[in-house]
């Protein structure tokens, strides 16, 4: 505890010391309880994701491990499908198509498009002008017209999924950003690194983009709620992968199935996909009343 | 106003060029998939695969089969499909209605219920009312479309041994009550994320419009709690709620196949996916044009929409 005596040599006598990083860290946990709960149902799902294999029960490929359509039981606590195969291994295996596609689509959309973002409302001018606009043309594109589009393009897989939930990220937040450098832009720090000598560029990479960078977070995790809704409603369509996957698992056969009471069959990878979203949702929420309350909705 | 409407209008079919443009190449792409394999098997001979694609015209170079597909646009004939040989017109026209009452019902049910929600949690801020709606919200937002659909027709048929009709479309014309019986609640669940969105986005509009002078002024004058909230504090507000309302006609292109799809009905959606899947060129790019348009026209619509609620709004 060498800071600790460190500051009682002050003698300053009731100057409050600041509390430690971790310290801060929990009292930021506490008051957001909502978003703590989120980042543990996200750790959970990324860590099914990650070692799904040797976690699950059962091999979710493998056909008949037990009575077709039995529901939930101790050995298999979501039951079993019509080919046989363990509900639960499927979910634990579609964690990671899941997770892959939207985090992948979130990053390479949401780091192009604010970098965008930023550097439009930096600059301004001409490079302004033309993002704007050209984020105008992509929302007036519904997401589905946009998909098949890619899909034709690109033939079905996960390119064009990935692809097409990326261009949704790249224009969603760029608006925000660019609104946020027009702010940053005009501080008093800009000006000073310009009289200093600092050439734009320079500028604009080592202050303008640091400043702005936790909204970058913030809309990152806002957005990745929505891109594994999206995801999961193409595979329902029977547009997304071959692999298993929690929309695909509720549509087809399964779904005609469910309708004559194996409800179990659908319910609970609809239940995943809403824990997930609800985790990413309620963690982007508080992320953002953390970092940038202007942005409270 | 009149002048700038104009001008925006007249842009249209310039943009509506460049939409065709990408649309037409983008199909043609040499790795994209290609018609022709949809209607060839083991046994067709190069000949015959030959007379196939003449047959669809795409034999000729590009250039001359978009030249030949804008002039029959151009002349009002949208082509016929590849899959059937019926004219996309018709196909389309046969379909529209049951896409067009998906999305009024949808809009209409998360436009009404989110900004009624939002206007309560807004005035009950910090209330046991404002925290059951927030969490009603959060929750709404995070359950995928299709799930809840999937619920209205699974939940019924384990407690009720009954199953919500599926499939089949009776128009609202001929018998509204089985129309109604048939769209309500579907359309109601679909509206359910739109709502949420809607309502979260109304509540801190209307609570930042609170803080205003001339709210303050407005309660200050006498008038009536109701009067201040809803005339002066709701009519602040509409500009960000009328722009959702557009945002959600966009997303409910999405929403309206997941709905066909599920209640097996046959609508624009479910037309539209599977011809991206067997390349149907006509219908793509007629589809394509046409949501564009529909995009751009309410986009439109919405841009003009703010001058009339907010006077200070001039376009010039």
Known sequence: ?297 | MRQYALRRLAYLPLIMLVVSLVTFFTLRLPWATDPVLQYVNQTTTVEQEEVIRRELGLDKPMLQQFAIWMGEVARGDLGETFRSNQPVWDEIQRRLPVNIEILVLSVAFSTVFGVAFGVITAVKQNSMIDYGFRVFAVFGQSIPDFFLLILLIVLPSIWWNYSPPVGGHVSFFEDPWENLRLYVPPTLLLGVGGAATMMRLTRSTLLEVFRQDYMRTARAKGLAGRNVVLDHGLRNSLIPIVTLIGGHVTALFFGSLILEQIFSINGLGQFFLVSSITADFPVIQFLVLYTALLVMLMNLAVDLSYALIDPRVKYT
């Open chain 1, 1 to 297: 505890m060498a800071t600790q005596t460190a500051t009682q040599t002050y003698g300053w006598g009731a100057v409050p010391r600041r509390p430690g990083r971790g310290r801060r860290l929990l009292r930021t946990a506490s008051q957001h309880p909502a978003g703590v709960f989120g980042l543990g149902v996200l750790v959970v799902f990324v860590f099914a994701g990650v070692f799904g294999p040797s976690l699950a029960p059962h091999n979710p490929e493998e056909l008949s491990v037990g009575s077709p359509l039995a529901g939930p039981s101790w050995s298999h606590p979501f039951g079993l499908n019509q080919n046989g195969q363990d509900i639960f291994s499927r979910i634990i295996a579609g964690a990671r198509i899941s997770l892959t596609i939207s985090a992948a689509a979130i990053f390479i959309g949401a780091s192009l498009g604010s970098f965008l973002g930023i550097l439009a409302g930096y600059f301004g001018r001409w490079i302004d002008y033309i993002v704007q606009r050209s984020g105008e043309a992509f929302a007036a594109f519904p997401s589905l017209v946009l998909y098949f589009m890619l899909r034709a393009a690109l033939g079905p897989g996960m390119k064009a999924i990935i692809a097409a939930i990326a261009i949704g990220a790249l224009f969603g937040g760029n608006r925000v950003l660019r609104g946020a450098t027009i702010i940053e832009r005009n501080q008093v720090y800009v000006e000073a690194a310009r009289a200093m000598g600092c050439s734009e560029w320079r500028i604009f990479m080592r202050h303008v983009i640091p400043n702005v960078l936790p909204l970058v977070i913030v809309l990152m995790s806002g957005a990745l709620g929505a891109a594994i809704l999206a995801e999961s409603a193409l595979a329902f369509l029977g547009l997304g992968v071959e692999e298993a996957s929690w929309g695909r698992d509720m549509s087809g056969t399964n779904l005609s199935i469910a309708r004559t009471g194996y409800w179990h069959v659908v319910v609970f990878p609809g239940l995943a996909i809403s824990l997930v979203v609800l985790g990413a949702n309620l963690l982007g929420d508080s992320l953002r009343d953390i970092w940038d309350p202007r942005l409270r909705r």
